[in-house]
C-alpha cells in the first residue's frame, strides 16, 4: 500500500467509527485509480479540467478528463463544473455508458454575474429546480461564480436522493464560505495577496482577478514555483503585469531554485 492509501483507510475507518452524517471526499490524484474511488457516492462532482499532473494522467484534455471521469459510477448522479468542449464529451460520454445523470455549468444549468469587486461575488442562477437572485460569495474572482454555481448544483442533485437542503442555508452557507491560500487577502496598506495557483489555468485566474479586481500603482511578484509544474508558462503569464519580481522556494526538493525562475522571468 502506498501512504496516500494508508491514510485514505484510515480516515475511512474514522469517518465510520464518527458515524458521520454526509462526507465531502476529495480524489487524490486523477480519479479512476485512485484510492477514494472505492466509496460509493451520493454525488460525484468534476471540477474545471485542464493540464495538470499530466506525467500521471495523460498528455491531452481527453486523456485527463478519461481518469477524471473515472469517479462516475453505474446510476450515479455527475455535476461537472464548466468544461472544455473535449473535457465535456468524454464525461458525457463515460456517464452515458453508465446510464448516470449528468448536470453541467454552462449546459444544463447557467449563470450570469450581476457584480464581481473586492467584496465577492454576486450572481443569478439557473438550476435544476429553481433559479436564484442575487446569491453572493465573499470568495474574489468570477471563476467562483463557476465554482459556487457546481456547489450549489451538488446541493440541488441531492433531492433526487431524497435530501433537501433549504435556500436559506444554501444562502448562508455561500456568505460564510472561506477559502485559504485563493485569492486571500492577508494584509492591507499595502495590499497583500496570497494564492496558491500552480497550473497556468490557475495562473490564468489570478492574472485576471488581479487586474479587474485590485487597484494599485505598481505590483510587486513573490514567486515560487515547484520545478515538476510548467514554471515557464506560468511565468510568461504574470510576468508582463508586475513591476518587479521577487523569487524564492519552498523547503521542499520539488522546488525549482530562484535563478531558474529568475532567468526566465528576465527573457
Known sequence: LTFFEVITSMAFLYFFEEQVDYLILEVGLGGRLDATNVCEPLISVITHIDYDHMDKLGNSIEEIARE????????????????YEEAYNEIKKIADE???LIYCIGREISYKIVKSDIKGVIFDLKRIYHNYKNLHTPLLGRHQADNSATAITAIEALKIRGVRISEKAIREGLEKVKWIGRLEIIQNNPTLV????HNPSGVKVVRDALKEIFSYHRLILVLAIFADKDYKKMIQILVPNADLIITTKAQNPRATPPQVIAKEAAR
Do not use: F, R, Y
Request: glycine share 22%.
Open 68 to 83: 477524471k471521469g473515472g469517479i462516475i459510477k453505474p446510476g450515479g448522479i455527475v455535476i461537472s463544473s464548466n468544461q
Open 98 to 100: 453508465k446510464n448516470s
Open 194 to 197: 496570497l494564492d496558491g495557483a
